[in-house]
DNA sequence: GAATTTATGATAGCATGCATGTATTCATGT
DNA sequence: ACATGAATACATGCATGCTATCATAAATTC
């Protein structure tokens, strides 16, 4: 499989997109150690970078820094992903209910795009292309709110959750995944600027995606 | 003025705090450049964790980095300040929402104590502690709202809005400051277990702080 | 033999020097 | 006088060596 050239300017970007590409990918597990010098060396780059690194994904929650003692890869509980949901739900639900009074056009055809693609790439079973661009339907919806400090929370919101999906390792039934067809309804109320309907497929949709998670894999 | 001596493990803690001081104090003026050498120096640590606070800094906000240009404090418009409480009025109003249905005994005094030391820094005139005070008193609902997730973004929020205070320079009136009654409405609705109740003080409450701090000062 | 202390190894935290990219200034030409 | 471009100063990004701290294991004492 050919993999989408990654874009970064610096190698501690370098370094955060890689860290998140071996998470999603499975290559590291949950509460693995993550020494800054093994990082380091594997990707050719000094540890200076890779602590940088490291940070942000901890504020990201996906890894977990002790002082003086080193970083691990997060582990998350049952119960930490029902109060990740919880959050989620409240930031999105004010996201999707403001930007439906104010999506610009332009925006409303970025959704229906992501949506192309993710069926795309679903067809495909490429789930980490999925996962992306699932999270860019989000991430669209959260930047037409306008609201710049919210669409920050999203972000970090998303790449917590987006992450938990491997940690869970769902089962994804390609022949019954609704998940494309509530972004679909969304998109719709919102080209509608439905704002209840809209808030209301939102809540449902990541309701259901956090139902998934605890299916049975 | 005797300053609470500030308790800190690494020198990057050091240098965040430090300047969350000096943004406090208005050393800092919004907009400003901060270069890592002139930080690094003035505290007399390397660049290093110079390096580490900013991008704290940044991740909550106070701070805009500029890759390969530099870092220069935050100087929000009034836009972003609206922007930023609608999304603290969201994640508290969550918050207190669930702390009212489970509240330990212990937490509660603990906001008794928080809302006794703030009427003492109140008195005092004692901007920076009272400042510290009153994001404890939010810090200790988020907290004991049991949400992780949930006390981290509150966290983040804190930070923000706290120097926005000292951004936009309010006049604080020390005959008439509502805010340390409407802690202690909270407070009690709390230990009543009054869930609607405190939710909508606590929604009351910020929409006052954020109409505070748009009073010409 | 258990507990406490001491030694040893490993890792994060910090300082510093070098490389790269950006902003400013000044010269040059139209 | 203004625009353009080169040169210079400056700040960040990264690499590397050193130091402080923590975890583990060995040793000593009771």
């Not at 370094?15 to 150690?33: A, C």
């Not at 990201?60 to 029902?82: D, K």
């Not at 409303?108 to 495909?124: G, H």
């Amino acid at each position: 499989m050919i993999m989408e050239p990654r874009l970064y300017t610096t190698s501690a970007d370098y370094v955060y997109q890689e860290l998140r590409h071996q998470i999603i990918t499975k290559q590291l597990k949950p509460g693995q150690r993550l020494p800054e010098v093994n990082i380091a060396v594997q990707m050719g780059v000094s540890r200076t970078p890779v602590r940088e690194a490291l940070r942000r994904l901890a504020s990201e929650g996906l890894v977990l820094i002790i002082p003086n003692s080193g970083a691990r890869l997060a582990s998350p509980t049952r119960r930490e992903m029902e109060d990740t949901y919880a959050v989620r739900e409240q930031l999105e639900c004010i996201s999707v209910a403001i930007a439906a009074t104010r999506i610009s056009e332009r925006n409303l055809r970025r959704l229906e795009d992501a949506i192309l693609e993710e069926e795309k790439a679903f067809e495909e079973k490429n789930l980490e292309l999925y996962l992306e661009i699932n999270e860019n339907f989000h991430r669209i919806i959260a930047e037409a709110s306008g609201n710049r400090v919210l669409a920050d929370f999203v972000e970090n919101i998303l790449a917590r959750t987006n992450a938990y999906v491997v940690f869970y390792d769902p089962f994804y039934d390609i022949e019954d995944n609704p998940s494309i067809a509530q972004h679909r309804a969304i998109a719709q109320a919102l080209k509608e600027r439905e704002r209840e309907k809209a808030v209301d497929l939102m809540r449902e949709h990541l309701k259901h995606s956090f139902y998934d998670l605890n299916k049975p894999s």
